[in-house]
């Protein structure tokens, strides 16, 4: 038990050195925006992507030489995961650490391994107690100094490092912008509070200001634009108060946010009450987690197959010239596997497409769906069927899907 102690520790540490770099790299991106420096800030996003796949593989060189395959000493990952999850049981990053020990395990070890036992399929922690929401926001208060003091109190808390080329002109426009945009937060001042998130958001050459308005009414959030007047200074450029447009924002389409965070999981919690519509994944995505958005996308995926008893079908579409796209008519998510790969397994096929999908079909009604007690050995049911399909795992590699999220 020493020695799985020891391993955890290891990666753990991993994880902290990953994470501590990450957040340094992102604490630049206020220092580029307040210097127009619009190729720094093109270079932090560059770098925070590749910081986990390095941080990883710096683990897995550390380790390497010293642990044991689990064929020889399964006890021992047994032990290993149980000792990590005692760690992470207060960790302000849990979820993070978990995906970083999933990605040092499935680096070091064969597919074969890749289940509940050893790596963490599922998330552990969704009984532990939660990371309070309002660490990652601040509340203001207009009864105490009035509506404008109040909003002038909320652009200035945040550190832009540049002034405002006329903000008493862009209180009195931001004002009139919240009354013609949401008519249902026409409430006396008194009668409200204004819940805001402390890190502002960079992306591009802009600087989001992310928050809501709370009343007896209900909750409206927003989302304030800051850009840059040439050398004149700051001047808020737009109003989002929709939740329809702030998803647009935070879509998959656009790169990914640079935002200061201690504790991920609230600041997702937070958005994601911003924009219910918007899943876990989305959300980590669009902060700069595109690994962890890759494990709750996963895990999305189990928990709809272990309820969605149907067939998967070629997606709606003209079929393309290199790949299938397949999906669960319930699902919103969808599949892709190369025709041409699938072609190479087995040449006499005139059309793979349709003889992979008749293929998927006909083994669903014997495949074991994943539960939370069945964990499939390999990384995705999909990719089971896909396996067997090709009869060797290096030719089912083509098949792609939301496995990566484990690795």
């Known amino acids: 038990m020493v020695y799985a102690q020891a391993i955890a520790q290891q990666i753990l540490n991993g994880f902290f050195h990953h994470y501590k770099l990450f957040q340094s790299i992102t604490a630049q991106a206020p220092q580029a925006f307040a210097t127009r420096d619009w190729a720094t800030m093109r270079h932090i996003a560059s770098l925070r992507i590749s910081y986990y796949d390095t941080r990883v593989n710096e683990t897995v060189d550390t380790l390497a030489s010293v642990v044991n395959d689990p064929a020889d000493d399964p006890q021992l990952w047994i032990d290993t995961k149980e000792c990590y999850l005692q760690f992470l049981a207060f960790h302000p990053q849990a979820e993070l650490a978990e995906t970083f020990y999933n990605s040092v395990f499935c680096r070091l070890f064969e597919r074969k391994y890749y289940n509940n036992d050893f790596i963490f399929v599922q998330a552990t922690l969704a009984d532990a107690p939660a990371l309070p929401v309002e660490a990652e926001y601040r509340s203001y208060f207009p009864v105490v100094e009035g509506l404008k003091p109040t909003i002038r109190q909320i652009i200035t808390q945040f550190e832009f490092g540049c002034p405002f080329a006329n903000l008493e002109r862009d ?3 931001l004002l009139k912008a919240f009354i013609k ?29 992310v928050g809501r308005i709370v009343s007896s009414t209900g909750s409206q959030p927003f989302i304030i634009a800051v850009l840059h007047d040439q050398d004149r200074g700051l001047y808020i450029d737009a109003l989002l108060t929709r939740s329809s447009q702030m998803r647009v924002i935070f879509g998959f389409a656009r790169a990914y946010f640079m935002v200061q965070t201690h504790a991920p999981s609230a600041l997702v919690h937070f958005l994601n009450q911003l924009m219910p519509g918007k899943t876990k994944a989305e ?26 008893h149907e067939r998967f079908e070629l997606a709606a579409g003209t079929p393309g010239m290199v790949m299938m796209v397949i999906n669960l008519p319930s699902s919103p998510m969808f599949l892709k596997s190369f025709e041409i790969a699938l072609a190479r397994v087995n040449p006499s096929v005139e059309k793979p497409c349709s003889s992979a999908i008749s293929w998927l079909n006909a083994t669903i009604g014997l495949a074991v769906w994943p539960t939370p007690g069945n964990i499939p050995t390999w990384p995705c049911p999909l990719a089971v069927l896909a396996k067997n399909y090709c009869n060797s795992w290096k030719t089912a590699l083509p098949i792609r899907c939301a496995s990566k999220g484990i690795c």
Request: no cysteine; glycine share 6%.
């Open 283 to 308: 959300l980590y995505n669009a902060i700069g987690f595109h690994k962890q958005g890759k494990t709750e996308f996963y895990r999305e995926l189990l928990a709809h197959m272990q309820h969605a």
């Open 181 to 209: 945009q949401a008519p249902e937060t026409h409430v006396k001042s008194h009668q409200m509070r204004f819940d805001i998130l402390q890190a502002p958001f960079y992306r591009g050459q802009a600087a989001y200001i």
């Open 171 to 173: 209180i009195r426009l």
